[in-house]
């Protein structure tokens, strides 16, 4: 933009001279002298000028490059928060699902510890009893892998 100012007051100044010039009655041979020389501070403004315009265009080119690579990282964070839900939903289903199981399991627990207190005979208790100690054994192994599924879940939330 300077560069176009320095031209337009050098055009007004040869306009000016060259008025100045005919009213000064200047010999031709002067006033090519002195058009020479404006010629060349303008072939030397036009080269400035250029190489401003071929700089702008390369920092153009840098802020395109650094634009597309940040839409890139954009993009591939955006892929990993989706698979990130996606698997926070997964764990979601499993607990939900080992909660579902273990209160079924409580369930049938609660009415074989039932069945237990008001069997009379021996052998019936001894059986219900081993049925028992089996259910509770897979109930405790289910609530570990439950915790285990909270932990896992937990650890995606702190990941966020």
């Not at 058009?35 to 400035?48: A, K």
């Not at 996606?86 to 039932?114: F, N, Y």
């Amino acid at each position: 933009m300077d560069g176009e100012v320095d031209i337009y007051k050098h055009l007004t100044w040869l306009k000016r001279g060259n008025h100045r010039a005919a009213l000064n009655n200047e010999t031709c041979q002067e006033r090519l002298t002195r058009l020479e020389s404006d010629r060349e501070c303008l072939v030397l403004q036009v080269s400035v000028l250029t190489d401003q315009v071929e700089a702008q265009g390369e920092k153009i080119r840098d802020l395109e490059a650094c634009l597309e690579e940040h839409h890139l990282k954009l993009s591939s964070t955006e892929e990993m928060l989706q698979q990130e839900l996606l698997s926070r939903t997964a764990l979601e289903s499993q607990k939900l699902d080992l909660m579902a199981e273990i209160s079924s399991l409580k369930i049938k627990l609660a009415g074989l510890e039932k069945d237990h207190r008001e069997c009379d005979e021996l052998q019936k208790s001894e059986n219900l009893l081993q049925e028992l100690r089996s259910l509770k054994s897979k109930v405790d192994e289910l609530e570990d892998e439950k915790i285990q599924y909270e932990q896992k879940l937990h650890a995606t939330k702190v990941k966020k």
